[in-house]
């Protein structure tokens, strides 16, 4: 079924506004080896849904390690790792059928990706993705990608800043989803130590961010994970960290401006590689911070 853009705009608005409020959640990979995501399900403090990342590839995985997870019915959310999602390619058939198995076994309430490029040729890029370009021409590829994307995947999909260390660029990340927001009205997943990490590589005050332009209302998930600061000589570099506490100056972010984000669904602590004493203390501060949040919306 082919849908004009009025029509396909239409159709992700529905979606969006059908997207249930899930609260505070783990990032964490599915084997549950570090962190040990399950001592977080049915106890304090306890996650409201799981977030796992996963390869097109790995649905015999998925099934074996978080069965019981899909049997009971335990909210999940799916985070791709191969989709190019800057650029207007379309996907090979295999991928996308792989992709629609995983969503059909898990039934994630949506997924989301960050806005790069993933696969290169036959080269996997993983966490050395290659983020878009901000100039007009990329949000009209983002744009038509997503669109194809919403037609060829059967489940909801946000968009997500990627991490930036280097960036060629005609507008600020900010004004980018805004003009993409302004085309599609996506929901976008917020992932504050990619906009911290960008604002730092670019030159521009990562501590006191300026968030002009940024469509904040179209944000339904955010990520909060720790930063690594690597200081060489005069040179600093920030990475997002998953292993590390979550950082104050992601605290601080997400407390100055989740008033804005009026239509936020979830927050997800990425903990990938994180101990379990690590995770338990970025949960509590999480379900003391803003549960409350979510609870106006029950
Ligand atoms: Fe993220």
Redesign the pocket.
Known sequence: MILNLSALIKKLNMKLSEIPVLGIGMASDVSAVQPDFRKFIDQEPEISYLNFGAHYSQFERIKYYIQDLIDRGFPLVFHPINFNISINSKEDQYVLDAINRIVEYTKPKWMGQ?IGIWVYGKQYLGSYLIPPILDMISINEVCKKYKYLSQNVNCPILL?NPPVYFSVEKMSMNTFFRKIVDKINCGI?L?IG?LIGYNQATGRDYKNIDITDFPFENVIEI?L?GLQYSQIGEDLNII?QHAYPIDDLCWDFLEMHIHKMTNLKAITL?QEFCSNEVAFNNLEKAKFLFKPYFLNYA
């Open positions: 960050d997500e997943i992932d990619h990520h994970a997002d990425e």
